[in-house]
């Protein structure tokens, strides 16, 4: 035995009764939220119940207990831009959300089942992150996105001419029977730059985490348990559990109720992110030559922008010499 170990045996000590409790509650709560999440919604959690826990604390037991997120699965194209219906400009670009039912965001993603693809189309309110819409099917037919759109209509309240529904370029968000929907509702259309995943990325955000957190986790027999299984984790999970960095660590329901509530007692109400903070990636709109991918809100800092503090010594000038 090394010397080293010996000493490590003398200290040795059985687990505190807090740190086996500790753990006890982080395994119910990853359990909970199906092992596809980090360390800081659970650490958020711990602390909602008033459990003050450092985060390099938890993330070393969660490592040790195997509790860390699983990725990654193989990316499968669901759209189809090639065809000859009217395109839309980019209305949501650049756009800042005050409050609910003012952008809808949708997209179509595939499932993978034993002997077949089934795909899954959503809605969803872009200030909210909730899934006000949504239907799974074997086929990519656009009546497939109409059913999610009629869900998200028959669900939610809205301004005609102060909602904006934004979407890739597919077939089925371009063809005539999707638009005559929104048109005849009130509600103004938008469309992504071609090839630019940027311009949806609260949808495209929204598909990882489904595939995260409850595709990745599960095995469906068939539609139908999937139907059961996904509808579950998106009426009662993400909508209702799911913990949210953008809402303050709070669920999409829960964070649309406490908006409910400020408007009617008049108090300051929450906010969800909406713009990016200093040094955090961005999103262009392309006039500047950029295709759409973040850039760096970091200034550039240059030598005549650095401010020189009170009663330093000036810089030595540099000397020219003169040949004779």
Same mark, same amino acid.
């Given at each position: 035995m090394s010397r080293a170990g010996y000493y490590r045996h003398l200290h040795a000590k059985a687990p505190e009764e807090e740190d086996v409790e500790l753990r006890h509650r982080v395994q119910q709560i990853v359990t909970g939220m199906r092992q596809r999440r980090g360390y800081r919604p659970v650490m958020y959690q711990l602390r909602k119940e008033g459990l003050c826990v450092n985060h390099k604390r938890l993330l070393r037991l969660m490592r040790e207990d195997n509790l860390l997120c699983l990725r990654k699965k193989k990316y499968v194209l669901t759209t189809d831009s090639r065809h000859e219906y009217h395109v839309y400009s980019n209305l949501a670009r650049g756009v800042r959300l005050k409050g609910l039912n003012q952008l809808w965001v949708s997209d179509i993603t595939y499932i993978r089942l034993g002997t077949e693809f089934i795909y899954l189309a959503v809605v969803l309110d872009a200030y909210s992150r909730r899934v006000i819409g949504w239907e799974l099917g074997r086929s990519?037919?656009?009546?497939?996105?109409?059913?999610?759109?009629?869900?998200?209509?028959?669900?939610?309240?809205?301004?005609?001419?102060? %909602?904006? =529904?934004?979407?890739?370029?597919?077939?089925?968000?371009?063809? =005539?029977?999707?638009?005559?929907?929104l048109e005849g509702n009130g509600i103004a259309i938008s469309m992504s730059r071609a090839g630019n995943p940027y311009d949806n990325a609260k949808a495209e955000r929204f598909m990882r985490t489904? $595939?995260?957190? !409850?595709?990745?986790?599960?095995?469906?027999?068939?539609? !139908?348990?999937?139907?059961?299984?996904?509808?579950?984790?998106?009426?009662?999970?993400?909508?209702?559990?799911?913990?949210? &960095?953008?809402? &303050?660590?709070?669920?999409?329901?829960?964070?649309?109720? !406490?908006?409910? $509530?400020a408007n009617e007692t008049g108090r300051p109400s929450p906010e969800a992110e909406t713009t990016n903070g200093p040094g955090e990636a961005v999103e262009t709109d392309g006039a500047?030559?950029? &295709?759409?991918?973040? $850039?760096?809100?970091?200034?550039?800092?240059? =030598?005549?922008? %650095?401010?020189?503090?009170?009663?330093?010594?000036?810089?030595?000038?540099?000397?020219?010499?003169?040949? &004779?």
């Open positions: 990519l037919a656009a009546e497939l996105a109409l059913a999610a759109l009629r869900q998200a209509l028959a669900g939610r309240s809205w301004q005609p001419g102060q %909602l904006v =529904h934004h979407s890739d370029r597919g077939t089925q968000y371009a063809c =005539h029977a999707y638009t005559d929907l489904l $595939k995260d957190e !409850e595709v990745y986790a599960s095995t469906y027999r068939d539609l !139908e348990d999937a139907r059961t299984q996904i509808g579950t984790f998106l009426d009662e999970v993400y909508n209702e559990q799911r913990l949210h &960095s953008a809402l &303050s660590y709070l669920p999409p329901a829960e964070f649309e109720a !406490e908006l409910v $509530k500047d030559g950029n &295709s759409g991918k973040p $850039k760096s809100r970091f200034p550039t800092v240059t =030598h005549s922008s %650095l401010e020189i503090p009170t009663g330093f010594p000036p810089f030595p000038q540099p000397t020219t010499t003169t040949s &004779s």
